[in-house]
C-alpha cells in the first residue's frame, strides 16, 4: 500500500506571497493531520480533518487555513507568508476518527525568502 | 491540556551499548502514548503506541517502552544500540477528546559512537 506523499517536497518563495501544500493520505485514511516542524518551536499541530470537516485546530493565525476534498487529499494554504514560516510541513493520516496509529509523509520543506 | 517533556535534547550512546530515552507527559486522564523516530530530512516513523492494557509494549526495530501512570512517564529502551539508530525521537501524546492531534516533545537527538 502506498505511503502518504506530500507535494511538492520543497518550495521557495517570497514573503508576502501565498502558498499551497497538497497531501495524499494512504487509501481508506479519511483523517489527514498537518504539522508544521520548525527547530525552534518543534512538532506543532495545525489542523485536522476528518471527512471533509475540520475537527481540531491549532494556535495558529487565520493565513493558516486548510481543507480535505471527498477522496481525503488535503491542502493546506499559508497566505501572506513571513519569515518566521520557514519550516518542515508534515501531513498525516489515520484511518480512525480519535488518536490512533497515524503515519507520516515525507513532508514538504518551505523555504521563504 | 496536554504536554509533553523530553528531558534530554542530545544524548550518545556507544554501538552495541543499551539505550533509554525519557518521555514525561502530562494529561489527566488515561493519555494515548507514541514514541516516532525521524531520520535526517524524513518525515516521522511511528515507532510503538501505547492506548491501554499492559505496560510494557514492544514496536519495531527492537525498541520497547513502559508506560508508568505513578510518574507520568514513558521512557523508550533499546538493550543494543545499532549505527543505524542514529536519529531524532519524538514522544508524543493523543488524548480520547482531542481527535488525532498529536501533542509532541522537543525531541531527543541519538547519536550513536562506532
Known amino acids: ?113 | 491540556a496536554q504536554s509533553v517533556t523530553q528531558p534530554d535534547i542530545h544524548i550518545t550512546v556507544s554501538e552495541g551499548a543499551s539505550l533509554e530515552l525519557r518521555c514525561n507527559y502530562s494529561y489527566g486522564a488515561t493519555p494515548y502514548l507514541f514514541w516516532y523516530v525521524q531520520s535526517p530530512g524524513q518525515g516521522l516513523q511511528l515507532l510503538l503506541k501505547y492506548f491501554s492494557g499492559d505496560t510494557l509494549v514492544q514496536g519495531i526495530k527492537g525498541f520497547e517502552a513502559e508506560f508508568k501512570r505513578s510518574q507520568s512517564s514513558f521512557n523508550l529502551r533499546k538493550p543494543s544500540v545499532h549505527w543505524s539508530d542514529a536519529a531524532e525521537y519524538f514522544c508524543a501524546v493523543g488524548a480520547d477528546n482531542a481527535g488525532n492531534m498529536l501533542t509532541f516533545g522537543g525531541g531527543t537527538r541519538l547519536m550513536v559512537k562506532p
Not at chain 1, 517570497?14 to 525552534?40: E, F, M
Not at chain 1, 487529499?73 to 476518527?97: F, H, I, K, P, W
Request: charged share 15%; net charge positive.
Open chain 1, 1 to 113: 500500500k502506498a505511503g502518504v506523499t506530500q507535494t511538492p517536497r520543497y518550495l521557495i518563495k517570497t514573503r508576502g506571497q501565498q502558498v499551497t501544500l497538497s497531501c495524499s493520505p494512504i487509501s481508506g485514511h479519511r483523517s489527514v493531520s498537518w504539522y508544521q516542524q520548525t527547530p525552534g518551536q518543534g512538532l506543532q499541530f495545525l489542523f485536522e480533518y476528518f471527512s471533509e470537516t475540520q475537527r481540531n485546530k491549532g494556535n495558529f493565525p487565520g493565513r493558516f487555513s486548510g481543507r480535505q476534498f471527498s477522496n481525503s487529499r488535503s491542502e493546506m494554504n499559508v497566505s501572506t507568508l513571513e519569515l518566521g514560516d520557514s519550516a518542515l510541513y508534515l501531513c498525516a493520516s489515520s484511518t480512525q476518527a480519535r488518536s490512533y496509529e497515524q503515519y507520516f509523509g515525507p513532508g514538504t520543506r518551505l523555504t521563504v525568502t
